[in-house]
């Protein structure tokens, strides 16, 4: 069912935890819908210098959250606001269709920790204005048939 | 690297090595087809009948009231669908329950679709019909009802004598779908009062593909299939003669030794289960303490997604099953956790572990062993956790 990199990050997931004091928090999702994730940032000069995740979630979720920090590690907040929910899925050498969700859900984890750090610290991050943490991940399913 | 942990038998079950050798023979030589005249033919016909003799026998039934079928899903659909729709002048209501396999409650939505009125029975925190909750349901206009045995995902007996009583006292044709219950628990039919029960071969090490419906003799239940006469003129078809053979070796098998059989199976089901208590936090075990299955654990791990949790015991070598909405495929979890009262995001993170006398005390002691691991991993990197642990 799932791809061997996907197995790969479910059994090797990386960046597992949080930073303390850190630049921006985001949390998406809901224990209803069997998903939650939550992403730290710690960004310096624009860059994400860490990046720390928890999931709860399938193996999916998993994955797609420890493949999302590995994308954006190291790059810039620009770089990161760049990051969609199919390069995600792509980088796994895909997912199943009704997994999908897990990829938007990780997107929209990085998008509202950026969020976060911007009210926070001030500096404004173009694209986030349309952004809405709140949307269900699940309508993207019907896209992937 | 252990080899496989079977943990999964209310799925469907190893095929006995006896079954297997009772059945090769109508591959190889006794080939015939039940309905041909020559000698072949007859042997195989022989053969039907006398698996059918046998199994009535096992249920205290008559020859003549078995009928077989491809499976369980086809038995539960020809008894409700065929049922409702003879009898649709006589009345338009049935009962059933919120916790049955899908083969009812999918033919029950089915019967909504074509205009008939179904009530959908609650369930108790246990899992469990309620006795008086069937008797209000029943309508001038009921015709039919319909209550599993025993449920496959948290393993609870129901009260199935008391409520065909009842059916029999309102006249209602009372079925009940004994997938999960076949080897586990006596079917006697008189001593039941049921009118029709399903059954199918692969939960009790026969061949996948055969299941039987008994219906009582006297009851006028159409076909559903149609074509030839096999059957008596009930389930058209060639009869599926080596698994029907095999059918009969497995029920055979399953109820003899039954009692020691399931002594055994359940002393290791509850060292599981205190195993797990003991080791593990935050759980939730679900299902009738003492009515329940001998060879089923039911058990939810709070924090953690079931899903993962099988994939990780997978990588152990251990083959479980879920109830989370990753496993079934849609995004709610299990419509039987759901009707015990489970919250969303416990049912999430169920495990049902269904156990075979092919397993061993030292294989629990490993699961157990890994769950522990496994559930603290995953807790571990659960945003859920993080917030219990601060």
Same mark, same amino acid.
Request: charged letters at 25%; glycine letters at 6%; aromatic letters at 8%.
């Given at each position: 069912?799932?791809?061997?990199?996907?197995?790969?990050?479910?059994?090797?997931?990386?960046?597992?935890?949080?930073?303390?004091?850190?630049?921006?928090?985001?949390?998406?999702?809901?224990?209803?819908?069997?998903?939650?994730?939550?992403?730290?940032?710690?960004?310096?000069?624009?860059?994400?210098?860490?990046?720390?995740?928890?999931?709860?979630?399938?193996?999916?979720?998993?994955?797609?959250?420890?493949?999302?920090?590995?994308?954006?590690?190291?790059?810039?907040?620009?770089?990161?606001?760049?990051?969609?929910?199919?390069?995600?899925? =792509?980088?796994?050498?895909?997912?199943?269709?009704?997994?999908?969700?897990?990829?938007?859900?990780?997107?929209?984890?990085?998008?509202?920790?950026?969020?976060?750090?911007? +009210?926070?610290?001030?500096?404004?991050? +173009?694209?986030?204005?349309?952004?809405?943490?709140?949307?269900?991940?699940?309508?993207?399913?019907?896209?992937?048939? | 690297?252990?080899?496989?942990?079977?943990?999964?038998?209310?799925?469907?079950?190893?095929?006995?090595?006896?079954?297997?050798?009772?059945?090769?023979?109508?591959?190889?030589?006794?080939?015939?087809?039940?309905?041909?005249?020559?000698?072949?033919?007859?042997?195989?016909?022989?053969?039907?009948?006398?698996?059918?003799?046998?199994?009535?026998?096992?249920?205290?039934?008559?020859?003549?009231?078995?009928?077989?079928?491809?499976?369980?899903?086809?038995?539960?659909?020809?008894?409700?669908?065929?049922?409702?729709?003879?009898?649709?002048?006589?009345?338009?209501?049935?009962?059933?329950?919120?916790?049955?396999? %899908?083969?009812?409650?999918?033919?029950?939505?089915?019967?909504?679709?074509?205009?008939?009125?179904?009530?959908?029975?609650?369930?108790? =925190?246990?899992?469990?019909?309620?006795?008086?909750?069937?008797?209000?349901?029943?309508?001038?206009?009921?015709?039919?009802?319909?209550?599993?045995?025993?449920?496959?995902?948290?393993?609870?007996?129901?009260?199935?004598?008391?409520?065909?009583?009842?059916?029999?006292?309102?006249?209602?044709?009372?079925?009940?779908?004994?997938?999960?219950?076949?080897?586990?628990?006596?079917?006697? !039919?008189?001593?039941?009062?049921?009118?029709?029960?399903?059954?199918?071969?692969?939960?009790?090490?026969?061949?996948?593909?055969?299941?039987?419906?008994?219906?009582?003799?006297?009851?006028?239940?159409?076909?559903?299939?149609?074509?030839?006469?096999?059957?008596?003129?009930?389930?058209?078809?060639?009869?599926? !003669?080596?698994?029907?053979?095999?059918?009969?070796?497995?029920?055979?098998?399953?109820?003899?030794?039954?009692?020691?059989?399931?002594?055994?199976?359940?002393?290791?089901?509850?060292?599981?289960?205190?195993?797990? =208590?003991?080791?593990?936090?935050?759980?939730?075990?679900?299902? %009738?303490?003492?009515?329940?299955?001998?060879?089923?654990?039911?058990?939810?791990?709070?924090?953690?997604?079931?899903?993962?949790?099988?994939?990780?015991?997978?990588?152990?070598?251990?083959?479980?099953?879920?109830?989370?909405?990753?496993?079934?495929?849609?995004?709610?979890?299990? %419509?039987?956790?759901?009707?015990?009262?489970?919250?969303?995001?416990?049912?999430?993170?169920?495990?049902?572990?269904?156990?075979?006398?092919?397993?061993?005390?030292?294989?629990?002691?490993?699961?157990?062993?890994?769950?522990?691991?496994?559930?603290?991993?995953?807790?571990?990197?659960?945003?859920?956790?993080?917030?219990?642990?601060?």
């Amino acid at each position: 069912m799932y791809s061997e990199t996907v197995m790969e990050h479910f059994r090797n997931p990386r960046n597992v935890g949080e930073i303390e004091n850190a630049s921006g928090v985001g949390e998406v999702g809901n224990p209803q819908c069997g998903d939650i994730m939550k992403m730290y940032l710690d960004i310096k000069d624009g860059i994400i210098q860490d990046v720390k995740f928890r999931t709860f979630g399938c193996g999916s979720a998993i994955a797609s959250s420890s493949m999302a920090t590995e994308l954006i590690k190291g790059k810039t907040v620009e770089e990161a606001m760049q990051l969609t929910n199919k390069a995600v899925a =792509e980088a796994l050498d895909g997912l199943p269709p009704v997994k999908m969700h897990c990829s938007v859900l990780a997107e929209q984890a990085i998008k509202s920790a950026l969020l976060d750090y911007q +009210e926070k610290s001030g500096v404004k991050i +173009e694209g986030l204005e349309d952004f809405d943490p709140t949307e269900d991940p699940h309508d993207h399913e019907v896209d992937e048939d | 690297m252990h080899s496989l942990i079977y943990l999964d038998n209310a799925a469907t079950t190893k095929t006995d090595p006896r079954v297997l050798d009772a059945m090769l023979p109508y591959w190889r030589e006794e080939y015939g087809n039940p309905s041909s005249i020559y000698q072949l033919g007859s042997r195989a016909k022989s053969a039907v009948e006398n698996a059918r003799s046998q199994i009535a026998a096992i249920f205290h039934a008559q020859p003549k009231e078995i009928y077989f079928t491809s499976c369980g899903t086809e038995a539960d659909n020809w008894a409700i669908i065929a049922y409702a729709l003879a009898n649709r002048t006589k009345g338009n209501h049935i009962i059933t329950s919120k916790i049955e396999h %899908h083969a009812v409650l999918h033919s029950c939505e089915w019967l909504e679709k074509q205009g008939y009125d179904v009530t959908y029975l609650d369930v108790d =925190e246990y899992g469990m019909v309620q006795v008086e909750d069937f008797r209000n349901a029943i309508r001038p206009d009921t015709i039919m009802a319909s209550v599993m045995f025993a449920n496959n995902e948290i393993g609870t007996i129901q009260p199935i004598r008391e409520l065909a009583a009842i059916a029999k006292e309102k006249d209602i044709f009372f079925h009940t779908d004994a997938v999960q219950a076949v080897g586990n628990c006596d079917i006697f !039919v008189d001593e039941l009062g049921i009118d029709a029960f399903s059954l199918s071969a692969h939960k009790i090490h026969g061949p996948k593909g055969i299941g039987l419906l008994y219906v009582r003799q006297g009851i006028k239940l159409p076909p559903y299939i149609h074509g030839g006469a096999q059957e008596r003129k009930k389930r058209a078809g060639t009869e599926n !003669v080596a698994f029907i053979v095999g059918l009969a070796k497995a029920l055979e098998l399953a109820y003899k030794n039954k009692e020691e059989r399931l002594a055994s199976i359940r002393e290791m089901r509850d060292y599981l289960k205190e195993q797990i =208590e003991k080791n593990i936090p935050y759980i939730r075990f679900n299902g %009738h303490p003492t009515e329940r299955l001998a060879n089923n654990l039911s058990v939810c791990f709070q924090y953690i997604e079931g899903e993962a949790l099988l994939l990780s015991l997978d990588m152990e070598g251990i083959a479980g099953s879920s109830g989370s909405a990753c496993t079934s495929g849609s995004l709610d979890p299990s %419509h039987v956790l759901l009707a015990i009262g489970l919250p969303h995001e416990i049912a999430h993170g169920s495990l049902r572990l269904s156990l075979s006398e092919a397993n061993t005390i030292a294989e629990m002691d490993y699961v157990v062993e890994k769950l522990e691991e496994i559930v603290d991993r995953l807790r571990q990197m659960s945003p859920l956790y993080e917030k219990v642990m601060k």
